[in-house]
């Protein structure tokens, strides 16, 4: 079986797993996507459609969502008025938590103890590499939109 396949496959199983992580903790992918990128920090609206690769029309809704539900908060960006900072709020950081554990207790009923060490040992490169491609992409959008081009 050639790696693109193993590769597709792998992440469709993943993605049943986060499926039913989701209907569990009552938080869709999209709202856990969100509110990943925002562990690392506040973020603007532009950012996070960058980071992501959503539109800023659906930024925007998922934004209002996570609004209402008290995990995120938005703020006046210090160093711009006009725009806003998106941030997590300690319930988002809850419910994100909540979420992850969740989704490791899956793992570790369908893996077992040892399965998911040997799942992790063969995923970091491949999360490393992913990784570093984007923070690269989100540097390049960040010096574009600095020189004006972005």
Same mark, same amino acid.
């Given at each position: !079986? /050639? ?12 993605? +049943?797993?986060?499926e ?10 999209s709202?856990? &996507? !969100?509110?990943?990128?925002? !562990?690392? %920090? @506040? ?6 459609? #960058? ?13 209002g ?6 995990w ?5 960006? @210090?160093?711009d &008025?006009? =725009? ?6 300690? #319930?988002?950081?809850?419910?994100? /938590? ?5 989704? +490791? ?9 040892? %399965?998911?060490?040997? =799942? ?8 490393q590499?992913?990784? &570093? ?7 390049d ?6 020189? %004006?081009? %972005?």
């Amino acid at each position: !079986m /050639n790696t693109d396949k193993i590769l597709v496959r792998t992440l469709l199983y993943l993605q +049943h797993q986060l499926e039913r992580a989701s209907r569990k903790e009552d938080m869709s992918i999209s709202q856990y &996507r !969100m509110l990943y990128f925002l !562990m690392r %920090g @506040p973020r603007r609206a532009a950012e996070l459609a #960058v980071e992501s690769s959503i539109r800023k029309p659906s930024i925007t809704s998922l934004v209002g969502t996570l609004e209402s539900r008290g995990w995120i908060t938005r703020t006046e960006d @210090p160093d711009d &008025r006009r =725009a806003l900072c998106i941030e997590i709020t300690p #319930v988002g950081l809850e419910a994100f /938590n909540r979420f992850e554990a969740s989704m +490791h207790e899956s793992m570790q009923r369908f893996l077992g103890e040892e %399965g998911v060490a040997e =799942a992790e040992a063969a995923l970091i490169p491949l999360y490393q590499l992913w990784t &570093r491609k984007r923070d690269a992409r989100y540097e390049d959008w960040v010096r574009k939109t600095e020189s %004006g081009k %972005g």
